[in-house]
């Protein structure tokens, strides 16, 4: 799309569009790329919508869940034939809101489009540090950084010296979370599925080991090799098989964050888990992790992951789609494990 200026009235706005709800793995073509021709920017007299441009895009595991139809205590699903909504970072055209004004940065959920009208601030921040890469708004400084700090640090409430295990650990969240620990004194191990991303956890992210789940036909005993003395905290994001094996292999008093189930998210049944009498055996507490609920906690997560950014003590990598006609694919890349870290689309 041609460059527009920001004040104009009326301009065309490509949108990617769900089709339809599904149960099995989503495609390319659940997803519709439309141009709405004749959209205005101006905000209504006496009301309090902002109008956005979107810069950055997030792809995000959880966004599966909202295409089948299916209601959750957290998310509504999406709704057929209309814009895809997401994570993401956007620049204010106009505003109706008090508390925000044209040229602001902010992140929060906006619609999978080049220009969002959104009807609520909640969940809309400013961004006010812009000396770090805007894209990370979508990443370690948002939704899955905050993920990672509060399930860490606040469910997990780790100790010096503990064995962590974190799977599906060079995603957007697990990728911090082994450094989180590994900044806390703690012993870390995580799991991803190739060599290439084993190699990363390694050299990159400061994991003192890893593995490749896909070339593990017993993860039972692939934890007793990697954790001769058991597991004390496991951040868990894949379910399934491997959190059944965890449960064999937790220490007394382990803690298990839940914060994702990737690996039974394109089934049409969940698989069952066999190893729950384990949490009895063990005082194992498991507790579900959603990032709303620690929103309160941004600022002082902003404090605490700061420095180490600028300080190159926390690494972040991402993996950049371009354009928005790549969406699509981006985000159905997630769940072959196609992208290397944070899966971001550039507008």
Request: net charge negative.
């Amino acid at each position: 799309m041609a460059d527009v200026s920001e004040k104009q009235a009326v301009v065309s706005n490509k949108q990617v569009i769900f089709k339809d709800y599904i149960s099995r793995f989503p495609e390319e073509s659940d997803m519709i790329i439309t141009c709405n021709e004749n959209v205005k920017l101006k905000v209504e007299a006496g009301s309090k919508d902002i109008v956005v441009k979107n810069l950055y895009l997030s792809c995000d595991p959880y966004m599966r869940l909202l295409m089948s139809n299916q209601r959750s205590e957290i998310f509504a699903p999406y709704t057929p034939g209309t814009v895809i909504t997401g994570f993401g970072v956007a620049k204010v055209v106009e505003s109706g809101h008090p508390e925000f004004e044209q040229g602001d940065l902010v992140w929060g959920m906006v619609g999978w489009e080049e220009y969002s009208v959104l009807k609520s601030t909640d969940g809309l921040f400013k961004i006010h540090h812009t000396d770090v890469p805007l894209s990370y708004y979508t990443g370690i400084l948002g939704m899955p950084g905050l993920t990672a700090y509060a399930g860490f640090y606040e469910v997990c409430k780790p100790k010096k010296g503990e064995y962590v295990f974190v799977s599906a650990a060079s995603g957007a969240v697990g990728q911090l979370v082994g450094q989180f620990a590994k900044l806390m004194g703690c012993y870390v191990v995580g799991s991803a599925g190739t060599q290439d991303k084993v190699e990363l956890l390694k050299t990159k992210f400061g994991f003192d080991d890893a593995f490749n789940y896909k070339e593990e036909p017993d993860l039972n005993a692939t934890l007793k090799r990697y954790f001769p003395e058991g597991i004390d905290i496991y951040f868990e994001n894949v379910g399934g098989k491997m959190l059944d094996a965890v449960l064999l292999n937790m220490r007394v008093h382990g803690r298990i964050a839940v914060c994702g189930m990737i690996s039974q998210y394109n089934r049409p049944q969940p698989e069952g888990i066999h190893n729950l009498m384990t949490i009895v055996y063990k005082r194992v507490r498991i507790e579900g992790l959603a990032v709303f609920d620690y929103y309160p906690q941004y600022s002082k997560f902003l404090d605490f992951i700061l420095p180490y950014i600028r300080e190159g003590k926390v690494k972040y990598v991402e993996d950049i789609a371009e354009g928005l006609e790549n969406a699509p694919a981006a985000l159905i890349g997630l769940f072959s494990g196609r992208n290397v870290g944070k899966q971001v689309v550039v507008v």
